[in-house]
């Protein structure tokens, strides 16, 4: 199966649930933070010969995303 997000391993975990074992409801809830920072190691670096960084670059994300589904059963398992 391809999807957009192949390194979510929950979303295969969903797709089996649903579909090959026939669950009727299902929960994904995926958090994902991450920082980045450009002068991190140059300023170090330029610290121990006693010079300072006049300028830095960081990025920080955090991303949050809530899958919740219900699926009816199946018409032949109504009323059972």
Same mark, same amino acid.
């Given at each position: 199966?391809?999807?957009?997000? #192949?390194?979510? #391993?929950?979303?295969? +975990?969903?797709?089996? +649930?649903?579909?090959?074992?026939?669950?009727? $409801?299902?929960?994904?809830?995926?958090?994902?933070?991450? $920082?980045? $920072?450009?002068?991190?190691? &140059? +300023?170090?670096? &330029?610290?121990?010969?006693?010079?300072?960084?006049?300028?830095?670059?960081?990025?920080?994300?955090? $991303?949050?995303?809530? &899958?919740?589904?219900?699926?009816?059963?199946?018409?032949?398992?109504?009323?059972?």
């Amino acid at each position: 199966m391809a999807y957009d997000y #192949p390194n979510e #391993p929950g979303f295969e +975990a969903v797709r089996v +649930a649903v579909l090959d074992n026939a669950a009727t $409801s299902i929960r994904l809830e995926v958090q994902a933070h991450s $920082s980045f $920072s450009v002068a991190g190691k &140059l +300023a170090g670096r &330029l610290k121990e010969v006693g010079l300072k960084l006049g300028a830095s670059s960081e990025n920080c994300r955090y $991303s949050y995303f809530l &899958l919740e589904a219900n699926f009816p059963r199946d018409a032949e398992q109504v009323g059972t």
